[in-house]
């Protein structure tokens, strides 16, 4: 059965319409490049006066971030978790859902709907447990902090039914089923659990029935118990996943995976007048990589997504006028001392993209000494401000040069200890060792190095920093938590 049909006259009269035509080198070429853009139909329109509900992959945080940045409320925001409990920038990671199936199960806890049952969290021993039905990877925790958290994502549900526009993004069709719980879980259980209980989880692989399904489920949800005149804004994450466990090439699995769900947001979009399909992934994976992601090639760079964000402001928002791009940060071209007080000021505006290209000019230019700048600082800073940017890799050496002219201080070796256990290099734990040795009260720095013990696997050494963590600090949560954490590994 086909998605839709088309008579004769309107077919042609659609291939006359703007983006009807690949871009193939002649006019349109420049649709294709650094930035690629695709047309999509706003079927409704919102406002800043809406509440907005997203619901998906990490890329629905990077959506957030940027509709905030806009002046639009989003709920999900005002949930926060600590630092000690995420693995990421992100205060509410920890609402990241990855296929059709958890954000299913999420539906009915957070609406009431069903009871979320305590006994799926997963008892790792010394009273440290494992929700499988939140951001996978997250540190395990106690039951009734784990208890408690469950309770501020389910918090969520009371102002849900308010929200008019919700912004659901799909991620991927690798789903673990607990058949014990006979629940669809959130990500990979814990690989000793796995190796305890061998019968209880196994790993499905979603058909394009499955999802289609789940979606219409959502929908249904919503329509019985969300906002009575809801409007909903489906995507696909551009995010591929880190690694599959089907067996094939990661990147053969993950064109299935995307396929499948773009197949079936299709569809679901066809069968409902409140339902608009926006193509961010088109966008993201037609655009030049090295532009668009991150070093890692899996995450998107705030500038890509900050661009589809404004474009689809101005496409369901009355009124928006679509940014051109900001330029003012560049009004000090001719003065090498002004551009670097003005990326000094990007930088606290948090616009990382923005300070990256002022400072790579000065650099590419040879400008650092007119701008008043010793090498030093000017390294220490770039670095930095390139591993904010996601730049993790160009970032290195510029915090490998700071931390040589300044070898007495300890706060360019701890950055460089960052930067590089980032890239997953045995170096880290010498910089952060060098970084504690020169500045051996910092809890910060003490408890970081401890983490990177734990990672490579010395949990004699780890056990000893966390205790001199809590020598300084005996509230220091993130080192109580630590201990409990590497005891029971």
């Not at 006994?119 to 997250?138: E, K, Q, T």
């Not at 925790?141 to 208890?147: H, L, W």
């Not at 409007?231 to 995976?257: H, R, W």
Request: glycine share 6%.
């Amino acid at each position: 059965m086909p998605v839709d049909r088309f008579t004769a006259q309107q077919a042609q009269d659609n291939l006359r319409k703007k983006g009807a035509i690949w871009p193939d080198g002649r006019k349109t070429r420049l649709r294709l490049g650094k930035f690629t853009t695709c047309e999509s139909r706003a079927s409704f329109s919102f406002s800043r006066d809406d509440l907005i509900f997203t619901i998906g992959s990490c890329f629905a945080r990077n959506i957030e971030r940027k509709l905030s940045s806009l002046g639009f409320r989003l709920p999900t925001m005002e949930l926060e978790i600590p630092p000690e409990e995420r693995i990421s920038s992100y205060p509410n990671e920890i609402l990241n859902k990855y296929t059709t199936a958890a954000i299913v199960n999420e539906m009915r806890w957070i609406l009431g709907l069903e009871t979320f049952p305590e006994n799926a969290l997963i008892a790792l021993g010394d009273n440290l447990y494992s929700d499988p039905h939140i951001h996978p990877g997250l540190p395990p925790v106690s039951f009734e902090r784990a208890i408690a958290r469950r309770a501020q994502i389910h918090a969520l549900g009371s102002v849900l039914p308010s929200c008019r526009v919700i912004i659901l993004t799909l991620g991927l069709v690798e789903t673990w089923f607990d058949a014990e719980m006979g629940l669809y879980l959130n990500g990979a259980p814990p690989r000793g659990i796995l190796g305890e209980k061998p019968d209880r989880f196994s790993l499905h692989r979603q058909s394009y029935k499955d999802v289609l399904e789940d979606l219409e489920e959502i929908h249904a949800i919503l329509k019985a118990h969300g906002h009575p005149e809801f409007k909903m804004i489906l995507s696909v994450s551009p995010v591929p996943f880190k690694a599959t466990y089907s067996g094939q090439d990661a990147i053969a699995a993950n064109m299935y995976s995307k396929s499948v769900l773009r197949a079936a947001a299709e569809e679901f979009c066809q069968n409902h007048s409140n339902v608009d399909y926006f193509p961010s992934y088109e966008m993201v994976v037609l655009s030049d990589r090295d532009h668009v992601f991150n070093d890692d090639r899996i995450h998107v760079t705030d500038e890509a997504v900050g661009r589809i964000m404004e474009l689809a402001a101005y496409r369901y928002v009355e009124g928006y006028k679509l940014e051109e791009g900001d330029t003012s940060h560049w009004k000090h071209r001719d003065s090498p001392f002004l551009l670097y007080k003005s990326a000094i000021a990007e930088i606290s505006k948090r616009n990382y993209d923005n300070a990256v290209e002022l400072l790579k000019y000065l650099d590419d230019a040879g400008l650092t000494a007119k701008a008043k700048v010793a090498p030093a600082e000017f390294y220490l800073v770039y670095g930095t401000t390139l591993a904010k940017a996601g730049h993790a890799g160009l970032a290195e050496p510029y915090l490998a040069r700071a931390a040589a002219l300044l070898p007495d201080q300890a706060d360019p070796q701890y950055k460089l200890g960052l930067i590089t256990a980032r890239l997953r290099r045995r170096e880290a734990i010498s910089h952060l060792e060098r970084a504690v040795l020169l500045n051996p009260e910092s809890t910060e720095f003490l408890h970081r190095l401890g983490v990177q013990y734990e990672r490579e696997r010395q949990p004699d050494l780890a056990i000893a920093t966390f205790h001199k963590v809590l020598a300084i600090d005996p509230a220091h949560e993130g080192a109580q938590i630590a201990l409990l954490r590497v005891r029971a590994s």
